[in-house]
């Protein structure tokens, strides 16, 4: 299983960041095991943030920092994972990664904790 990140690289304050995570050689909606997908972001010079996680059920997990400007959501017929950042501001400027594991990570962080880790995409917020 690879995971890629894709986003606009540039995004305006106040505007609405969108990024997908591409999932390629699984799916995401497999029903063998409970799934989780991560998104997990590191702002320059600083440490990983957890921002939240969607399982194969559909239940999404958020940061209660981010949660009012948080959604997670699935495309089963793309098998990607997209992440909307609402009102994003400098402050937001960071490496966005996707991650996969068989358990609900909560607030983890470390790379190793989970099963697969995506290369992750850059993302400035400037005017």
């Known amino acids: 299983v690879q995971l890629q990140e894709s986003g606009p690289g540039l995004v305006k304050p106040s505007q609405t960041l969108s990024l997908t995570c591409t999932v390629s050689?699984?799916?995401?909606?497999?029903?063998?095991?409970?799934?989780?997908w991560t998104w997990i972001r590191q702002p320059p010079g600083k440490g990983l943030e957890w921002m939240g996680a969607?399982?194969?059920?559909?239940?999404?997990y958020y940061s209660p920092s981010l949660k009012s400007r948080t959604s997670i959501f699935r495309d089963n017929s793309k098998n990607q994972i997209t992440l909307q950042l609402r009102f994003v501001a400098p402050e937001d400027t960071a490496v966005y990664y996707c991650?996969?594991?068989?358990?609900?990570?909560?607030?983890?962080?470390?790379?190793?904790?989970?099963?697969?880790w995506g290369q992750g995409t850059q993302v400035t917020v400037s005017s």
């Open positions: 969607i399982a194969t059920s559909g239940s999404t």
């Open positions: 050689g699984g799916s995401i909606t497999t029903n063998l095991l409970p799934y989780y």
């Open positions: 991650s996969g594991s068989t358990q609900l990570l909560l607030g983890v962080t470390e790379a190793a904790s989970y099963d697969y």
